[in-house]
């Protein structure tokens, strides 16, 4: 057992001590936070709905008709036809046959991975992947092979020196931290030549990338049946740019009825408040029907990106709203989210183990409901960041 105050203490030590912020009123660009409001860049809420009125609304009236509470899982009585709608919604949206409403994508990935790997397979991973996935192939017992990030040779070899029975290829699509992007070619092509299955974890892809907001798949040209047989498992969350809660698998219905027989995190738990999947189908409307939103988020990016670049701040290969700006060690991250703070931003420092050790930054996101000006003036205060000189990577 841990010995609790030791272990704090050292925490504490390191800059590794994390706490709570205190959050009032609806998330959004001004949060306040603390007491005070603030021009926030750390939110995953890219397209603007966490609170949009047509959300909000949708959730009311579910709740005035349907209740607040699912008041048992699934497989009891819990399955409301708010769920089946946004299941359904979900399905015809990406393409595919059938999609699985899940709690969370924590959730989503334990129990899609335990439900498909057991002990005599292989999982392969991106060394950066989402803590979720690497706790999934941890619950399946499979043994779990780690390639370094986005190293298709690497992954290409470990597969070639295999005697598992199966193998499933897992990935982030856009990877939360860094906000680059798996190569989905070069996997889908290495997992139909050698038979390894691969899945796709687009938590912060969907509703972001593609014209209509498909997500990773659709900004790397896959489409419709090609989408379904190169990545036939596909993973998405509710909670980032959907503005709600909650997560799904996308695949054939073969998939998906295998998993309501066997995905315990699916199975062993109480269905979502039926009036959150109302809300979220009603968000799923809004990101397929206004490309807008996507449109004004690229701009924001692209203006950031030319910005930063000439005020010589190294930035990472990312096409996404997540925008990292590494400062190296936890003092430095720490010492620029403060700077920030004081001059009335909030930017989140990322610390060890949510990225690896050298590699703490500030994990800058945009959102949809950002201006044009919100973008000049934190671009503004960058350029006075203390010490801004990138350091060497340790
Ligand atoms: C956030 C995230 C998850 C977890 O999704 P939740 O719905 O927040 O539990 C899973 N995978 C990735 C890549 C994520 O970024």
Redesign the pocket.
């Known amino acids: 057992m841990i010995e609790l105050a030791a272990e704090l203490a050292g925490l504490r030590q390191a800059g590794l001590h994390r706490q709570r912020r205190l959050l009032a009123g609806p998330q959004g660009v001004r949060p306040r936070i603390d007491g005070r409001e603030r021009l926030a860049f750390c939110s995953n809420d890219y397209l603007g709905l966490a609170a949009h009125p047509a959300v909000i609304e949708a959730l009311r009236e579910s709740a005035a008709r349907d209740g607040v509470g699912s008041g048992a899982s699934h497989l009891i009585n819990g399955h409301h036809q708010a769920h089946e709608a946004l299941e359904e919604a979900l399905a015809t949206f990406l393409g595919r046959e059938r999609a699985l409403l899940f709690s ?4 989503a ?1 334990l129990g899609v991975i335990q439900a498909l790997c057991g002990r005599g397979d292989q999982i392969l991973a991106d060394r950066l992947n ?1 803590a ?2 690497l706790d999934g192939a941890q619950l399946s017992q499979a043994r779990l092979r780690r390639y370094p990030h986005a190293d298709t040779e690497r992954l290409r070899a470990l597969l070639g020196s295999s005697r598992a029975e199966g193998s499933l290829i897992v990935t ?1 699509g856009v990877f ?1 931290m860094d906000g680059d992007l798996a190569p989905i070619p070069a996997l889908a092509a290495i997992a139909n030549a050698t038979g390894a299955v691969l899945m796709l ?1 687009d ?2 892809g969907i509703g972001v990338l593609g014209a209509n907001g498909r997500g990773t798949l659709e900004h790397a040209g896959f489409h419709g049946d090609e989408a379904q047989a190169a990545v036939p498992i596909l993973i998405g ?1 509710l ?2 740019a959907l503005g709600t809660f ?2 799904f698998v996308a695949g054939s219905a073969e998939l998906i009825n295998f998993l309501i027989q066997r995905a315990r995190s699916y199975i062993y738990t109480t269905a979502l408040p039926p009036a959150l999947a109302s809300a979220s189908l009603a968000a799923l409307r809004i990101a397929a029907h206004e490309p807008e939103r996507r449109d004004h988020l690229q701009r924001l990016i692209n203006r950031f990106r030319a910005g930063a670049h000439t005020l010589g701040l190294a930035l990472a290969d990312s096409p996404t709203p997540i925008q990292p700006l590494i400062a190296g060690d936890v003092d430095t991250a720490l010492r620029w989210s403060r700077f920030l703070e004081d001059n009335g931003f909030l930017v989140t420092a990322i610390r060890p183990p949510t990225v690896p050790q050298g590699a703490a930054r500030l994990r800058i996101t945009f959102s949809a409901s950002h201006a044009d000006a919100d973008i000049d003036r934190l671009l503004d205060t960058l350029a006075k960041l203390p010490n801004s000189a990138p350091k060497e990577s340790q």
């Open positions: 969370t994508g924590y959730m990935n989402h979720s996935l982030d939360s974890d938590a912060h969350t909670g980032k909650g997560a």
